[in-house]
């Protein structure tokens, strides 16, 4: 969904100094931190299966669990909705980990130097993290 206010070509990310949504705004590094730590939290307090699983239903919002507890939510830089299942599943599940131990964990402080607060996997595959408690971006809403 390409708007008259981008100039960008059809396909191309959206510039991520417009304006999003009414009531999304972009999360801060602060509550990305601490959705990461309670990312950990939640993994061992269900013993990684029970994780697991609740992962496979969030996933279809463009959230994890901690996401979801946070009001947060992954959307798709193209058309700011949010992450499709498949989009998040690869995003947490390969991506984050295969560019993490590449880069030796710098792709995680990424996040410390970046305008947009994303960390590198979300540059690679063009997403950006919101608060969107309400569900503005969810497709179809």
Sequence with gaps: ???ASNPAA???PLDLTTNFPTGV????KRRRLGAALLDGVLAIATLGIGYLIWMLFTFKTGQTPDKRMLGVRIIS???FKAASWGITFLRDVFVKGIIGGVTLGIAYL???W???NQVLYDKVISTIVVNDPTGVTLRGA
């Design 10 to 12: 059809p396909g191309a």
């Design 114 to 116: 970046d305008k947009d």
């Design 1 to 3: 969904m390409q708007d």
């Design 25 to 28: 705004t972009l999360t801060s």
């Design 110 to 112: 990424w996040i410390l």
């Design 77 to 79: 830089t193209y058309d």
